[in-house]
């Protein structure tokens, strides 16, 4: 009976144990320095623990088990080196018998604190042609982003880096390299590993191929943190919106180094949801593939601080208010509908995202490829939308609450036109004939960012204008 209490007893505190404890092999240490500098207070890690450099820029970990990388979370005023391909190396991977993982960082040469970065999100190429046709969009940025050069400028990157084809990553990160500033990437379910035991096996291809899940950098006053919320079921090609415990485990020990009331900004495939408040939910693949089913608890974790989140996979644009200190980004797809149109499901147009960034404070604005950043809605004359024939039809595509949509008629503001939810009327029309489409199930998707109002004066010169939360003013004439 005492042997019982006794194995009862254990069994109880090691269950207090994080997870994190547990599955530990090896001790692995490093320095980090920047030449001959060491760097103390930098964070190490091997994707389940972290630790800390003391003032000789040394490092000790207990590596668990499963590591497949040793990653550096860059400090403000550093940088990683990079690849032939841009690729920032802040990971090295892990090796039978290697002990010491070091790090020898760059100085930035340029002022981190305001620094500038773009988003984009399922690139999702089949073959080399559309990889030639993701380079309009690489050279688009490239030419856009040359206005920040005296900014510290990088990319992130939400994942489907390829569309279940392996075979194209090494050149998709040939590709990526033409932006000319380093890409952080984060893994997508097209780029996830099938018909494998395991959710943890399942991302063994894009480590091999491109590195770590989950992962931290510092730029300026900025905490940036990677993670993957893609949830491998374990039956075929299944998966689910869903971040595990060994991540919030991982989480809490990284953000255990951010002063609370940062600026985080933490970026991943899948969206976290779609309403602030919850809805109605179904346990099928539909619904569990297309959100982050324990959304609530990351957002609960962030609450100490300013955060964005940033996400893809749904190739639409979506914006959520969660709170006053949590908004998430939801990027349209730079392959817009699968490289067979180039509009997404919702009517926003191939591009990406632009974020400025000044300390603490970011603002951003969405770039459209082939147009000049004024390019923020698309109109349509009265007769357009189906449900609204009398009505004008504005799609500001990365509107949100804070932004004001009114319409003028000869040069007269008449008032704020009307928010409601649809399907873009060109996507409507270019989806309509199958028979010139790739993919027949292509088709549009209902979106909210749909603006409807009834000219008073159907003869007057009608124009939109739309002022974004920043201030910011576009207008664009009605074509008759």
Known sequence: MKSTRVILSTLLLLSTFPMSAWNM?????????????????????????CVATDENGHYSLQKNDRATNITVSTPAGYLPQVDEYNRPLFFIPVE???????????KNKKDDKKHVFMTQADIQVVNEDELCLFDEQVADARDHFSQFNKNDVFAIDCGDVVGDHPELYESSL????????PVYITNGNHDMQYYVPTHELSKARFEKNIGPTNYSFNRGDVHYIAI?????????????????ETTF????????????????????????????????FRYDGSSVSKQTVNARHLIEMMKPYNTHFISGHMHTTHNVEYND?????????A?????????????????????????????W???????????????????????????????????????????????VVMGTMTQYEGKDPLVLERTADKSGLRYSWIGPHNTKHLYRATPVNHAASISVRATDRFGNVYEAPLEK
């Open 25 to 49: 092999s090896e001790t692995v240490s490093g320095t980090v320095k920047c030449g001959k500098k060491p760097l103390a207070g930098v964070v190490v890690s091997d994707g389940f623990n």
């Open 96 to 106: 039978e018998g290697r002990t010491d993982y070091s790090f020898n960082l760059i």
């Open 174 to 181: 040939r590709h990526r390299a033409g932006f000319g500033f």
């Open 228 to 244: 993957d919320n893609v949830f491998y079921i374990g039956r075929d090609y299944f998966y689910m919106g869903y971040v595990d």
């Open 249 to 280: 485990d991982w989480l809490r020990q990284d953000l255990s180094y951010v002063p609370e009331g940062s600026t985080v900004v933490m970026f991943f495939h899948i969206p976290l949801a779609f309403e602030t408040e919850p809805q109605p």
């Open 325 to 333: 200190r949590a908004y998430e980004h939801n990027t349209p797809g």
């Open 335 to 363: 392959c817009g509908m699968w490289w067979d149109i180039d509009l997404c499901a919702d009517g926003t147009p191939q591009g990406y995202g632009v974020y400025v960034v000044d300390g603490p404070d970011i603002k």
């Open 365 to 411: 604005y969405f770039k459209s490829k082939g147009h000049d950043k004024d390019y923020q809605f698309r109109l349509y004359a009265p007769g357009a939308a189906k449900d609204y024939p009398e009505d004008i039809i504005a799609n500001v595509w990365n509107a949100d609450s804070q932004w004001r949509i009114e319409w003028l008629e000869d040069g």
